[in-house]
């Protein structure tokens, strides 16, 4: 049975890292994200959601938004276990908070550019 878990391991959170990222990786846009990558050395996948404060001025908005983020990588991480592992930042772009439905819509269309940039 497949477990669906975010670890810690899994989220991106050492600043090295999210450094380089920015730096170093490289980045498409798909709406209503931002979305840099680049491969890592580590065991697996490691993500990190970030919601501009600019846009959104209370924290609970915010924290909605990389709540649903988060949900839809973790439900969908499955498809993207047959590439090497990434690095993944998803920045928010939208103006408006989008259904669940539709942020899990575009993390799985953000899975097949990752594994055909490849």
Wanted: glycine share 2%; net charge positive; no cysteine.
């Amino acid at each position: 049975m497949e477990r669906f878990t975010l670890k810690k391991s899994e989220r991106l959170s050492q600043k090295k890292i999210i450094q380089e990222l920015f730096d170093k990786g490289s980045s498409f846009y798909l709406y209503p994200f931002k979305v840099f990558f680049l491969p890592s050395m580590g065991e697996n996948h490691q993500i990190m959601a970030s919601v501009p404060k600019n846009i959104y001025k209370r924290a609970v908005d915010r924290n909605t938004i990389k709540r649903r983020i988060r949900e839809g990588y973790r439900l969908n991480k499955s498809k993207l276990l047959s590439v090497d592992f990434f690095s993944i930042a998803y920045i928010y772009t939208a103006k408006e908070i989008l259904p669940s439905a539709l942020i899990h819509q575009k993390i799985l269309l953000s899975f097949d550019k990752l594994i055909n940039r490849k």
